[in-house]
């Protein structure tokens, strides 16, 4: 299945299996312990820990859930903060291990977690949250779990690295939008000179507000007269033209995409019928297309996108299938599209990445950046309060 990062108490969640970050002996612990102890029945599962016994750090032993939303409560120690140089990294790290292998033996389909050892034990929340990402996509790579990462608050989930500090720059950076603009203008004058000897200079000088400069010569205004400019212009070898016509940007905006060799698109004479004979692959044809392409397996794909089997298995068998912006992008991020083969998979499900909303110049930056591991990204997201990505 999936991972997901949700918002909650763990004692409100349901599912297969509960994760307690247990007091190593048979005794109620402080935080995460304390609460599971008091929603499940202390009594009742303190009993129940008694009969496991003492545990070691990295541990995980499992219980009957009594009365919280899940079968099972496992049990597992974490280490207490002492600098990192006692092993502690590797400690937490097995604590995810071995509950996640313990969940399977029990044939659970769910489990949450809760950022083991960051309470009282005090282990640094930014690690704990690295530790828990690796392990459990590590595990979901070979197997089916739901596994949910419950945060109780916004405090308790800190994400650090060059991708945070280059997304908090890209969100608090007031000349975004400039960069942006800069960077489509770039696009359009490449795309122009690719263009520039397919039509002749007299039908670029009827354009509105165009400029044209080449060695010798000068388009100035809209009525097409040439005048000379050898001495200013002699040297420049290439045109360099400038739009100022709204209309004709964004058009031009709206070809810069990648695109496979097209039909001859129909005439405006053609009926409709005959339009439509004319319709390119649909998203789910093309999403597969680009899989065979590029050699991937079904199970590389959706595990990479965070998408659980039975919703990929919807994909394959409905050519007409219509994704959610944040499916079409999970899956344009597991086949690790660049940003124009990304806006050609987005078009065919009639979408698009805005420049003006923030979960789409998070997501645009990571491709431009190429970061594709969407674990990462969908923390970034959680961050910011925005949706994640897949699941």
């Keep these: 299945m999936a991972l997901q990062i949700i918002r909650n108490n763990i004692i409100n969640v349901e599912a297969d299996a509960i994760v307690n970050t247990a007091n190593p002996k048979v005794a109620v612990g402080r935080g995460v312990d304390l609460a599971i102890y008091e929603a499940a029945g202390r009594e009742m599962l303190l009993a129940a820990r008694a009969e496991i016994g003492e545990m070691t750090p990295g541990q995980a032993a499992y219980t009957p859930a009594f009365d919280l939303r899940a079968k099972y ?44 050892a960051t309470g009282t034990y005090g282990f640094p929340k930014d690690e704990a949250l690295r530790i828990a990402i690796a392990e459990i996509s590590g595990f979901l790579l070979e197997n089916e779990m739901e596994v949910m990462l419950v945060v109780y608050d916004k405090e308790s989930f800190q994400v650090s690295g060059k991708l945070f500090s280059d997304i908090k720059m890209l969100i608090d950076d007031s000349e975004v939008e400039e960069i942006v603009a800069s960077e489509a203008g770039r696009r359009r004058n490449l795309f122009r000179r690719e263009r520039r000897n397919e039509a002749p200079a007299e039908h670029h000088a009827k354009r509105r507000g165009y400029r044209s400069f080449e060695a010798g010569s000068a388009i100035t205004g809209s009525d097409g007269d040439f005048e000379s400019e050898k001495a200013l212009h002699e040297a420049r070898a290439d045109k360099i033209s400038t739009f100022y016509d709204a ?89 690790e599209l660049n ?53």
Excluded at 288 to 305: C, E, H, N, Q, T
Excluded at 314 to 324: G, H
Excluded at 353 to 364: G, N, T, V
Aim: aromatic residues 10%; negative net charge.
């Design 247 to 335: 209309e004709v940007l964004m058009s031009e905006m709206d070809m810069d995409v990648e695109m496979a060799p097209q039909k001859a698109f129909p005439s405006e004479q053609d009926s409709l019928d005959e339009r439509l004979m004319h319709l390119d692959k649909t998203f789910q044809e093309y999403l597969f297309m680009l899989i065979d392409r590029k050699g991937l397996s079904d199970p590389d794909v959706y595990k990479k996108a965070n998408i659980d089997r039975k919703h990929f298995s919807k994909i394959r068998s409905n050519v007409d299938y219509q994704p959610s912006k944040k499916t079409a992008l999970a899956l344009a991020l597991a086949l």
């Design 73 to 116: 409560i496992i049990h597992t120690v974490g280490p207490a903060w002492r600098g990192g140089g006692f092993g502690e990294r590797e400690t937490v790290a097995a604590c995810y291990r071995n509950s996640l292998w313990l969940a399977k033996q029990l044939d659970c389909e769910s489990i949450a977690f809760p950022l083991i």
């Design 339 to 391: 940003l124009d083969e990304t806006n050609d998979l987005l078009l065919r499900a009639g979408l698009a990445l805005s420049p003006s909303i923030m979960f789409d110049k998070i997501i645009r930056h990571c491709i431009q950046t190429k970061n594709y591991n969407i674990y990462d990204i969908n923390c970034i997201l959680f961050n910011y309060d925005q949706p994640t990505l897949g699941a």
